[in-house]
């Protein structure tokens, strides 16, 4: 496999995949990639699927939900915490997470809602 960028897009080459046309036929397959390979992110940083399920509280203690989807909005992504059928959008700001832990026994987010969230 050998990968480059190509603009805003990345571009990837797999050895069992031998042309254009081959390729065209997994367009929408799901790549999945064992975490023990991915690159490090730096310190406060996180790939999506370490948040996704992450319990959320708010700083008294108040449990949100849980995180469901991650919306990319360009400027910040936006975490959406569901409750049941309620449903928090957390913005993913430095004033408004707390605290993440990914570990899987505490599995927790700490939140601070700006004021009508």
Not at 32 to 59: C, K, R
Not at 83 to 97: C, N, S, W, Y
Request: glycine share 8%; proline share 5%.
């Amino acid at each position: 496999m050998s990968s480059h960028e190509a603009g805003s897009a990345i571009v990837i080459k797999f050895d069992l995949v031998a042309d254009r046309t081959h390729a065209e036929t997994m367009r929408g397959v799901n790549l999945t990639v064992p975490p023990e390979e991915l690159e490090p992110l730096p310190s406060g940083s996180y790939y999506h699927y370490q948040l996704i399920g992450l319990e959320v509280h708010d700083e008294a203690g108040s449990r949100l939900g849980a995180i469901v989807e991650v919306i990319f909005t360009g400027a910040n992504d936006v975490y959406v915490v569901r409750d049941g059928k309620r449903e928090t959008l957390v913005p993913a700001l430095a004033d408004v997470i707390v605290s993440v832990d990914t570990d899987l026994e505490r599995n927790k987010m700490v939140v601070r809602l700006p004021e009508g969230l």
